[in-house]
């Protein structure tokens, strides 16, 4: 009667290797057969603790902390300049799970930068955005966009605060035009001012004011028609 023996599946001995080795704690830099690298802290094989990660291919590195495998705490991501052969900031602070998650600074490529709150390594919550043309937004955010109370002021002087919806204003909000020295304060959709009040504000120091001052204009009840025209605004809103 011939005998079977139950079939045992064998790793690569590289993998079994490793898999022996069971890294823990503090260890000498580990190279990947892809040219990768990493100096720092195991735990039960995972990198966890402080550690420095290298990706040959992409050219980065991160230097921080991580929890079982992932970045996980406080960390710097840097990536290659290519003409220079140097590394250059790109994000430092907060992560989880692998993703930018807390209160962090992000470096553009193109001089922007965005100081705030992270979730998901997406713009969410509080945040500061200085773009590349000069313009400020200072407010909240949802997935990338201005979304929430913020204020912008734009490199010309301009400046508006209220509310944002999906990156535009949407919503109560004031805008100031710096060089007529007029200030609108109504209501907005999808970025364009639908109804509201426009008022001389230091005419006198403004650049460009219009030729004429506005009338004022004298209605029985202002207060209904700015309701009745909003009413009509947010019923498409």
Not at 103 to 108: K, N, P, Q, R, S
Not at 193 to 218: N, Y
């Amino acid at each position: 009667m011939p005998i079977y023996k139950p079939f045992k599946k064998t790793l690569p001995p590289s993998v079994q290797k490793d898999k022996d080795s069971q890294k823990c704690g503090l260890r000498h830099t580990v190279y990947s057969v892809c040219g990768n690298e990493y100096t720092g802290e195991w735990l039960d094989n995972k990198k966890h603790g402080n550690g420095i990660q290298v990706w040959k291919k992409a050219g980065a590195i991160y230097h921080g902390e991580w929890k079982y495998g992932k970045r996980d705490g406080y960390g710097t991501y840097s990536v290659q300049v290519p003409e220079r052969k140097e590394y250059t900031r790109k994000y430092c602070g907060q992560w989880k799970n692998g993703k930018k998650h807390g209160y962090g600074t992000y470096f553009f490529d193109n001089s922007a930068v965005y100081e705030g709150e992270w979730a998901d390594d997406q713009h969410n919550g509080w945040g500061r955005m200085y773009y590349e043309n000069g313009d400020v937004y200072e407010g909240e955010w949802l997935n990338h966009k201005n979304h929430g109370q913020g204020i912008i002021r734009f490199s010309n002087g301009n400046w508006y605060e209220g509310s944002w919806r999906d990156g535009k204003r949407n919503g109560d909000g004031k805008f100031y035009y710096s060089d007529k020295g007029l200030l609108y304060e109504g209501f907005w959709v999808d970025g364009i001012a639908k109804c509201g009040t426009l008022v001389d504000v230091g005419r006198e120091s403004a650049p460009s004011p219009p030729e004429f001052p506005f009338p004022e204009i004298k209605l029985v009840d202002m207060e209904l028609v700015l309701r009745d025209a909003r009413a009509a605004c947010q019923s498409h809103y």
